[in-house]
């Protein structure tokens, strides 16, 4: 999975025209930075090469170098968004997903998240009656890669689905983002599942409503930026500052040739090669505890924070 | 899932009978001695409380004090013995469940032997054609234990059986032994599959041919003892201690009525405790590799060594 | 390290007499019940086996089963506790030890705690003058053991005393209880350092004021049990059982003539076995949380806690 | 730490001139590829910013992409390279320091060599003589980094030289590469030790014969490239691709120019991002392999490898 925000502003391209079919508004809560781009068309869904519907981004640019500072905020305005998009009935079974490769640690987000979530489907019948009617029935699992299992994770899902039948599956996942200001800053929530070809473990089937069974709201962080988008970053900049002969030649070249130009001679090199920050195991571990307390408050409103710990 | 050789010695008791439809025999192969027990009849079913079958036990009680020493023999006879259970057509799709929890080192034998595996089901179609007509099709999953799912492993087994129908299932444990010689010494090979109760975990419901809808090989490995059941061999020792007051005791007592004393007793205070070498992550983690190079040479008989690593 | 008030119980015997030159009081401080055993005098000291000194034990038996309840009273006491064996001035550097070995659970309770502690003393002059005046040096080490570096822990500890000259050493350490009732639910404190012998790893060389060179408070945590010491419980309740055999047996032998016999039989098979609970990975991790928030607590009490998260 | 051979290219520049007091020597063996630098006087010293001394570069580029395949030649050909490094009279002792943090990956493989690695010192006296005879003497730490232990690593391992007086300190380091194709395809051997500065972890001060009291050989893996770096040799590949308007721009900008503009403007972005592979948990786990049994081969040229495993 790749940003929408992302992909908005790749189409919206220089000029900055707004994109027919697709909405955005921002806003900001207690220091996260919130925009809402919601493709509403099926002209919108083909230019940005998304399906219709909500993608919500939350950047915390702070997170990266202070994170436990800014980690309640961040737990505040996600559990908040995820709740508008769980079933308000807590009776409603829901099925966590933890993508990803728990032994790379840019891909682990997914299944450490999955490890910190309470799960609760099987205490029904073993609690008393007063706390299991609070308590929402919550299955996890970290299936692992196709590299890991021989198996394609959306098979895995589906035969899941098909056994216990949850009402909703949420699916975790860990993002490549194109702007390095997103990375482990950002969040990523979608009412739209997952489609084939993003995220850092290139999942080649999406798990959506149709390939899934039920609807699939999907969680990104993003914790690697590819190499090459670096590049190009580095390259906006050198063609601003003052003086430099690249800044000539920067004018005379148009973005998307340069993109293009960057793609034939630098993707064979920085393919499979990723950006990360030296503190990456630390920050990976934070944001799953942040997407796992998230996760928890939101898929159990009725519960008192210390009956889920 | 428990031993079935240790079933058998309980269910002769002291009197040394044989038990009918029960026939065992003995073998030593390059340092490991191996039991067969084999349940003929729905009688010796019911005596054992074990299904009809075999049940294979390779002892090796020199692993726990040169676990690098004895691993060449122990993978050589373990893969000798497995390639008997596994279908020869390697077109045919095995599926092998790591089951136990990987966060508790001694539950944490299935999972860290399926991270070791060789998994080969999605080269198919990306590898020579001469290199895909000699390999079989391995799957694998570490699916988690209830506690961390939610969901019953029977129910993600049987889900993802129904995805990619393997021709036969290898399920992964860790065992629970009476005798503490066998821990971390012994591995068990069953072709009846894993049945409830038994094992580290304590499964609720079984994997089988039935159950699970094709035909399930066991492999198991004994990571601990359960407390009580040192105390039952201490007060053996004890008891066959010269001069000792309770060698009188002992000798006007059964075994069975101390078994039931000592459970009375003891398993409301020691029932969740259990015995382990306090090298156990080292041994698992041997083990786990002794596992999967067994099962790598079983599984693929045409692939030379130098293809699978 | 073993525990001061477990030999105080040993020392005084079936009998339970006072053992002179030793005083014992108890108290209970939200919910954690509290010994100190001071030894007094050098007969008192001869007796117990232990240095003159000051030997608290918190005992909280509902750790074990719901650590995340008992953890905040568990903290609020044991760093008031911690705090009074602490130089006051906060410009004196304290240099805390986790001995044991990370890669052995049970022994892990160290290196961990230190892996989460506020280390402060690289800061001063990086840090805003007001912070650097409230702010204690703090340096920490986790040095391994003898069987992975080759060195005497002693001779590491030793050497770093040298270089940075430290007013304290605080040392952590995971403790081999006798009684059940302490695994995983028990803290001890002595201001009298670490003495050989003792401890899951049992250590060759001690770590006092004397072979260190400046004052050194341990602070224990029983991970395990010896496999031996099990057995003698399991014999003392089954002598209490009714109408066991056992138990006129148990009648006419002394308790030492037991632990005697046991020793002699028992230790060489089960010597190196340790009894643990299933969930020792999770609860050493929480074991480890625990000691880190209360040693942070005491060893900065004039910092705020949004200041060292 | 960072790469002489790369200092050297540096110095060269683009006019490929010697520099003066430095020779160059390449070699193929088995695979891989040796390149000697050696500074052979004050001037060279002055010129690359490194002492005099022997730099050795082993470059296996397929170990990215294959590491299992070039393993056993990268450690033939690196234990013969250490063994002329190493007192020949294996009674000398050797102290191996693992530097960098164990919880970061890319700057773990100093620890994790350590975790893997024969430590003897402790068992003279334990084997029976012949052994004792023939195993060298070897201690080893992993000290952890200023950050988690407040103390400069300098400190700490001058203080156990003081205790354990060992003739040769070997540190093992991972380094940060300026060239990609060096990326965990490159070992450095140097007789000089540690220089302040460089290394993932950045070093205040350096570990050397005149710091540390005895001779310090260094052994590097780079196991990141800064970031910064590739924006370099990106802008080199373009500027060498058939009609980009870059490449006029690159022609008219002197190397030392391009760099100078580059450090200023992406310095402050790039700063602390890491290029890795993907892969990097698994590669750095191998590399370490081969790192700890090039070492066990080279300091114990006397004992037949399976006196060692």
Same mark, same amino acid.
């Given at each position: 999975?790749?940003?929408?925000? @992302?992909?908005?502003?790749?189409?919206?391209?220089?000029?900055?025209?707004?994109?027919?079919? !697709?909405?955005?508004?921002?806003?900001? @809560?207690?220091? /996260?930075?919130?925009? /809402?781009?919601?493709?509403?068309? @099926?002209?919108?869904?083909?230019?940005?090469?998304?399906?219709?519907?909500?993608?919500?981004?939350?950047? /915390?640019?702070?997170?990266?170098?202070? =994170?436990?500072?800014?980690?309640?905020?961040?737990?505040?305005?996600?559990?908040?968004? %995820?709740?508008?998009?769980? =079933?308000?009935?807590?009776?409603?079974?829901?099925? !966590? /997903?933890?993508?990803?490769?728990?032994?790379?640690?840019?891909?682990?987000?997914?299944?450490?998240?999955?490890?910190?979530?309470?799960?609760?489907?099987?205490?029904?019948?073993?609690? +008393?009656?007063?706390?299991?009617?609070?308590?929402?029935?919550?299955?996890?699992?970290?299936?692992?890669? %196709?590299?890991?299992?021989?198996?394609?994770? %959306? +098979?895995?899902?589906?035969?899941?689905?098909?056994?216990?039948?949850?009402?909703?599956?949420?699916?975790?996942?860990?993002?490549?983002?194109?702007?390095?200001? *997103?990375?482990?800053?950002?969040?990523?929530?979608?009412?739209?599942?997952?489609?084939?070809?993003?995220?850092?473990?290139?999942?080649?089937?999406?798990?959506?409503?149709?390939?899934?069974?039920?609807?699939?709201?999907?969680?990104?962080?993003?914790?690697?930026?590819?190499?090459?988008?670096?590049?190009?970053?580095?390259?906006?900049?050198?063609?601003?500052? @003052?003086?430099?002969?690249?800044?000539?030649?920067?004018?005379?070249?148009?973005?998307?040739?340069? *993109? $293009?130009?960057?793609?034939?001679?630098?993707?064979?090199?920085?393919?499979?090669?990723?950006?990360?920050?030296?503190?990456?195991?630390?920050?990976?571990?934070?944001?799953?505890?942040?997407?796992?307390?998230?996760?928890? $408050?939101?898929?159990?409103?009725?519960?008192?924070?210390?009956?889920?710990?």
């Amino acid at each position: 999975m790749d940003m929408a925000v @992302e992909a908005r502003d790749l189409v919206r391209g220089a000029a900055h025209e707004e994109v027919p079919g !697709v909405t955005v508004s921002h806003s900001e @809560e207690a220091g /996260v930075h919130v925009t /809402v781009v919601t493709v509403e068309s @099926e002209e919108g869904a083909r230019l940005m090469g998304k399906p219709r519907g909500r993608y919500l981004t939350l950047d /915390v640019p702070a997170f990266r170098d202070r =994170p436990d500072e800014v980690k309640p905020s961040l737990i505040a305005v996600l559990s908040r968004k %995820l709740r508008t998009l769980f =079933p308000q009935a807590v009776d409603r079974t829901v099925l !966590v /997903v933890g993508l990803g490769n728990r032994q790379a640690t840019p891909d682990a987000v997914g299944p450490r998240t999955v490890e910190r979530l309470l799960v609760t489907r099987h205490l029904q019948g073993w609690v +008393d009656s007063d706390l299991s009617r609070r308590m929402r029935p919550v299955a996890a699992i970290a299936p692992g890669v %196709l590299g890991t299992t021989g198996v394609e994770t %959306l +098979d895995i899902v589906r035969g899941l689905v098909t056994q216990i039948a949850p009402d909703l599956v949420v699916a975790i996942d860990a993002l490549a983002a194109r702007n390095l200001r *997103r990375l482990l800053a950002s969040v990523q929530i979608a009412d739209t599942g997952i489609h084939p070809g993003g995220g850092v473990g290139n999942h080649r089937q999406g798990l959506t409503a149709e390939t899934v069974g039920v609807p699939v709201v999907a969680v990104g962080v993003c914790t690697v930026v590819q190499a090459t988008s670096i590049v190009g970053d580095a390259l906006e900049l050198l063609a601003q500052a @003052e003086g430099a002969p690249w800044q000539e030649a920067a004018h005379r070249w148009s973005e998307a040739g340069r *993109r $293009r130009a960057w793609d034939a001679v630098l993707a064979p090199i920085f393919g499979t090669l990723m950006v990360t920050p030296k503190e990456v195991d630390q920050l990976v571990d934070t944001m799953a505890d942040v997407l796992a307390e998230s996760l928890n $408050r939101s898929l159990q409103p009725q519960l008192r924070r210390e009956e889920w710990t």
